[in-house]
């Protein structure tokens, strides 16, 4: 059972996944004393929620709402690149010391189901399937020892990729950060329902077609270590959202390339986790 966060009758809300077809929103009294899911999260409160609606909540039929990222509202989104041999090995650049991070805006990000929005000067759009980590106690110096205590939970994430902007420069904000060229979801897991993550299994898939296939356990920078070096320098803080790289087979590197165009389906499927579906449409 997952947690998510949709439009239903007007208004954002949130709530627990029961299947594919349906929801439970949260209860009115729940929502009165945290207002979004990230407050949820950073009240310890993913198990009160999940009792809430299995008591009181309402049943939203998929069809009638429309799904948001799994944290709308995240303080900080950042992203690790070049973590897995594999998509190393293919953009043929050294072994490193420390993991490569950027950062990623909440617009430049899309909900499962939702379309991701190629810009119309470019051609060269790219997928790039992604394990997420949600924060759920925040702090600094955490220690990789302690690090899966600071986890919520887990997600699917594409984070899409304009490519030509990607390499205007040595520095890669502007490609990864244009409005819904990203996706983040369906659904929130709990750690403690995930269990031994490095077990999953990612796979993208463009169009039916398996473009990329990976265990979480080729990572080169490991869930601890990443949460390590990221509060060294920052605070992390509930509901912050931290994707960790994808592996080898993005379309840039292919021969010849694989771009996402208008019209395609792509998903990212991780074991557990459910599948992140997004069609791919032209920006107004």
């Known amino acids: 059972m997952g947690f998510l966060s949709f439009e239903w009758d007007g208004r954002q809300t949130y709530g627990v996944r029961q299947d594919e077809g349906s929801y439970l929103e949260a209860p009115a009294a729940f929502r009165e004393q945290f207002p979004d899911l990230k407050s949820v999260i950073a009240a310890g409160q993913l198990a009160g929620l999940k009792a809430a609606a299995l008591a009181q909540g309402a049943v939203v039929p998929a069809g009638q709402a429309r799904l948001l990222p799994v944290i709308p509202n995240p303080g900080k989104i950042f992203c690790v690149g070049l973590n897995y041999k594999s998509h190393v090995a293919e953009m043929k650049r050294p072994d490193a010391d420390h993991p490569a991070i950027f950062v ?24 790039e399937g992604e394990l997420a980590i949600v924060i759920g106690k925040g702090g600094r110096h955490i220690s990789q020892a302690d690090a899966f205590d600071h986890v919520a939970g887990y997600a ?5 990729t304009v490519r030509d902007w990607q390499r205007h420069t040595h520095q890669w904000t502007p490609g990864k950060n244009f ?15 995930v269990g031994d993550v490095n077990a999953l299994t990612l796979q993208t898939r463009l169009n039916g077609q398996i473009v990329q296939q990976a265990s979480l356990d080729d990572l080169i920078f490991t869930i601890p270590v990443i949460v390590e070096y990221l509060s060294r320098f920052t605070p992390l803080a509930a509901g912050d959202v931290i ?21 395609d389906l ?6 557990g986790l459910g599948i992140l579906r997004n069609t791919v449409a032209q920006a107004a």
């Open 243 to 263: 994707a960790t790289g994808t592996p080898g087979g993005v379309g840039d590197k292919r021969n010849p390339p694989l771009y996402m165009q208008d019209g």
């Open 104 to 127: 990623r805006f909440a617009d430049s990000l899309a909900a499962a189901d939702a379309a991701l929005q190629r810009p119309a000067f470019s051609d060269r759009f790219d997928y």
């Open 156 to 160: 699917c994430f594409n984070d899409g």
């Open 179 to 193: 409005p819904v060229t990203g996706a983040f979801g369906p659904c929130l897991v709990p750690a403690d329902e």
């Open 266 to 271: 792509v998903e990212v499927e991780i074991t």
